[in-house]
């Protein structure tokens, strides 16, 4: 099976634009999930969505927003970019159920806010 | 919310030695805990994981221990040799589905030959 992708793989933007990230899972997994990784922070939870429905939810602002389609592809968009918002944004992908599920992390989209 | 705490955050072993790696979590409902290794510039992989009904788990030389009483899992690795030199994080989920996982800060281990 094709492992997790995602496109593109290094951005820059610059403060108050926007961006728009995408993640495609390992086939017939349903649930992806996206983190966002910087020194200070490490790794942290941004939300998760299975079947189109955002079913958990992680401690970010509002700018911080995504989406699911019925291929269970996801896209995170993040507006009014901030320099603090630079950080390598993971997507993981996951069965999404049973108790038996594992999460697996794609390369990662490197972005950079000027 | 959940917080997970991860020591140390650097460690040194020489080639062959023990490394263990701690972490305590502060949710009693956490209910997965998974282990990742990520190498410089690389992504995070999954290396071994632990469910709450399980109390020890080993795959070869990497071993994962969980107290949940106490709410603390370690990361056991034998043997160690230079290519298990990098950052290890520590996690847990209380989704049923072992999603929406909630990080430690990482230990960067080293060893060296």
């Known amino acids: 099976k094709a492992g997790v992708t995602q496109t593109p793989r290094y951005l820059i933007k610059t403060r108050g634009q926007q961006v728009t990230l995408s993640c495609s899972p390992i086939s017939g997994h349903r649930s992806v999930s996206w983190y966002q990784q910087t020194p200070g922070q490490g790794l942290q939870f941004l939300f998760e969505y299975f079947s189109e429905t955002q079913r958990n939810k992680g401690n970010f602002p509002g700018r911080f927003s995504g989406r699911q389609f019925s291929n269970s592809r996801s896209e995170m968009n993040v507006s009014t970019l901030e320099l603090g918002d630079s950080a390598l944004y993971l997507c993981a992908s996951s069965s999404g159920q049973g108790g038996g599920a594992k999460e697996f992390f794609g390369p990662g989209t490197r972005l950079t806010v000027l | 919310g959940e917080n997970v705490e991860q020591h140390p955050s650097t460690l040194s072993v020489q080639e062959g030695d023990s490394a263990v790696i701690k972490c305590t979590y502060s949710?009693?409902?956490?209910?997965?805990f998974p282990w990742y290794k990520q190498e410089l510039g690389k992504r995070p992989q999954l290396i071994i994981d632990?469910?709450?009904?399980?109390g020890e788990k080993k795959d070869q030389r990497i071993a994962v221990t969980l107290n949940k009483t106490a709410k603390h899992f370690s990361l056991h690795i034998t043997e160690t040799q230079p290519e298990d030199s990098a950052v290890y994080f520590c996690?847990?989920?209380?989704?049923?589905?072992?999603?929406?996982?909630?990080f430690g800060k990482g230990t960067t281990l080293s060893v060296s030959s």
């Open positions: 632990i469910r709450s009904n399980v």
């Open positions: 996690a847990a989920s209380k989704d049923q589905a072992g999603t929406a996982l909630i």
């Open positions: 949710d009693s409902a956490s209910n997965y």
